[in-house]
């Protein structure tokens, strides 16, 4: 009995990621509105049905592939976070990455606008964009505590309320990007200097940070 439950489980979640998967895909081809659960379905390869039965929604299948994507985006966001050690290098991380978002992939950027707009009326929606939020804010928040304390840099705020600031300019570079994505390079340097300065200033140079 447990082995077939067990089974059962694995059976579900490798639909279920099956799934996810394609709405992803489809995402980046079509568009959120494209995005059809019959579409998603063939793609997948299974029945509209079991689209309903594990998501309920077309919303709540972009909630969990905008929350999948962010768990990839935080987990590599903190790797590299760990090894940054003065404001340049952390803002330098925060807009590179950002570049890479709005650049390469311009639909997730657009799955999470969609979503911003279905939060106002669905606030299930809203709570998962504002944990998905919190969580990336944790991770810098902590890596910009963690150099303060160790003496390297010097915050114009306390450290959960500079990395909101961050992120926040953060999303809004990325819309006035896919609304007019010739202007991302031109901007980029601008953009990591203005996070720089709202960060704080440089104390004392860490061990990787290079040479001036």
């Given at each position: 009995?447990?082995?077939?439950?067990?089974?059962?489980?694995?059976?579900?979640?490798?639909?279920?990621?099956?799934?996810?998967?394609?709405?992803?895909?489809?995402?980046?081809?079509?568009?959120v509105?494209?995005?059809?659960?019959?579409?998603?379905?063939?793609?997948?390869?299974?029945?509209?049905?079991l689209?309903?039965?594990?998501?309920?929604?077309?919303e709540?299948?972009?909630?969990?592939?905008?929350?999948?994507?962010?768990?990839?985006?935080?987990?590599?966001?903190?790797?590299?976070?760990?090894?940054?050690?003065?404001?340049?290098?952390?803002?330098?991380l925060?807009?590179?990455?950002?570049?890479?978002?709005?650049?390469?992939?311009p639909?997730?950027?657009?799955?999470?606008l969609?979503?911003?707009?279905?939060?106002?009326?669905?606030?299930?929606?809203?709570?998962?964009?504002?944990?998905?939020?919190?969580?990336?804010?944790?991770?810098?928040?902590?890596?910009?505590?963690?150099?303060?304390?160790?003496?390297?840099?010097?915050?114009?705020?306390?450290?959960?309320?500079?990395a909101?600031i961050?992120?926040?300019?953060?999303?809004?570079?990325?819309?006035?990007?896919?609304?007019?994505?010739?202007?991302?390079?031109?901007l980029?340097?601008?953009?990591?200097?203005?996070?720089?300065?709202?960060?704080?200033?440089?104390?004392?140079?860490?061990?990787?940070a290079?040479?001036?």
């Amino acid at each position: 009995m447990g082995v077939a439950t067990e089974a059962t489980k694995t059976l579900a979640t490798d639909k279920a990621m099956r799934i996810v998967d394609a709405m992803r895909s489809s995402v980046a081809r079509r568009g959120v509105a494209g995005s059809t659960f019959d579409h998603v379905a063939r793609e997948a390869g299974v029945s509209r049905g079991l689209l309903h039965y594990y998501f309920g929604s077309k919303e709540k299948l972009l909630v969990e592939v905008a929350r999948r994507d962010s768990q990839v985006r935080l987990e590599a966001m903190s790797a590299e976070l760990a090894r940054a050690e003065t404001t340049e290098q952390l803002s330098s991380l925060w807009v590179r990455s950002l570049y890479a978002t709005v650049r390469h992939e311009p639909e997730y950027v657009t799955m999470l606008l969609e979503l911003y707009v279905l939060a106002q009326r669905q606030p299930e929606i809203g709570q998962e964009l504002a944990d998905m939020n919190r969580a990336m804010g944790q991770a810098f928040s902590d890596r910009l505590e963690t150099l303060a304390e160790q003496g390297r840099i010097e915050l114009r705020a306390a450290p959960e309320v500079v990395a909101e600031i961050v992120i926040a300019f953060g999303h809004g570079l990325s819309l006035r990007f896919l609304s007019d994505p010739e202007r991302v390079e031109d901007l980029m340097e601008a953009a990591a200097d203005a996070a720089t300065r709202a960060i704080g200033r440089l104390v004392r140079p860490g061990p990787n940070a290079p040479a001036a």
